[in-house]
């Protein structure tokens, strides 16, 4: 079963306390505060994650345009995704994703039990690294990239050796998902870039990345919890086009629920 959140449009001012989404209550009364952006891939990762193990917690969006000064220094980061657990603070995506998932054991577990099915999940995350280079120089090389230039060859073959990997794990492992028929850590850990290198392309360089990953993509957008953190598609790809950037959110003020800057 996977609960959704409906995102908030506006930022918090102050570091607010106790306004808790209605989701599965964590075991042992534990608070869960949860600081994101809900444009950010990396943010999107702990989001997946609490939502398809249907956590419960605060939700505090950070306008990172234009920072609240409590915040890094509650936090020791002015980065986004973190967490408090229990009033402690937690950085880092995949850290924070890993801890609730073996936090929280009561709810769907994020790992699989199978030593194999964990291994190929493992292997997923450790080919990251690869696919979001291939991405990044899909796109010209960094968050912001020229509008209108189409990959070169070399470019567009380091993509696809880059999927081939995942495309390879969904045949294996029956699909629809990475690693079987269910969301794992290694969907939760890729998909936030892999859906934005895809729309990115699409508006920026007019070139279709999905080949075998559409049917990926497809069961991706029928899941409860990508909507609820995914933005709308239309709107997400004129923002990345009027801007050139993935990352324009850091510069000008937007949401998930309003991805085009006014």
Known sequence: MYVSYQPQTKFAEIAPRGSADAMRAPANGAQITFFTHGL?????RVALALNLKGLAHELIEIDLSNKPSWYEQRLGT????????????FTESLDICRLVDDRFTEAPAL???DKELRKA????????PRLESAGWRLLGG???FPRKSRPSDAVRRGWEGAVDTLTTSVRQHGGPFLVGDSPTLADVALAPFIARFELAASVC???DTTGELREYLDALDALDAWRATFPERDAFGRAISRYGS??????HTATLAQPMPE
């Open 40 to 44: 950010c891939p990396y943010a999107q």
């Open 246 to 251: 993935l990352d324009y959110f850091d510069f």
């Open 121 to 128: 999940v493992e292997a997923l995350i450790m080919h990251g």
């Open 78 to 89: 002015s980065l986004v995704p973190a967490i408090e657990l229990d009033g402690s603070p």
């Open 205 to 207: 360089c007019s070139y």
């Open 142 to 144: 960094s968050w912001s």
């Open 111 to 113: 790992l699989p039990k």
